[in-house]
């Protein structure tokens, strides 16, 4: 199992916009991926309804898993967007 514990990077947390491009995100991948609040329950990550379920405000800490093939290039690109809180996945070399 591949994990990554990251600090979300967009202000306004993981709400509305930011959500809405980590779910874009997590499915243009295609690497099934969940998402929990550390020691929480791990949800689906392609899914609105539990990212945004999670509450994580700006500079609260996620834990990002995944035991999908790829699953390390996956988390290392999602962990990117959600540190810097970018609007789009960072190009993979």
């Known amino acids: ?35 929990a609040k550390p020691g929480g329950t791990p949800s689906n990550a392609a899914s609105m309804l539990a990212v945004l379920g999670l509450g994580a405000q700006g500079g609260e800490e996620i834990v990002l898993a995944s035991e999908a093939e790829g699953a390390d290039a996956a988390l290392d690109q999602l962990a990117e967007l959600v540190t810097k809180g970018l609007d789009e996945l960072p190009e993979t070399v």
């Open 1 to 35: 199992m591949a994990e990554r514990l990251v600090t979300v990077g967009w202000p306004e947390g993981l709400h509305a916009r930011p959500a809405s491009i980590f779910v874009r995100s997590v499915m243009a991948l295609g690497v099934a991926v969940t998402i």
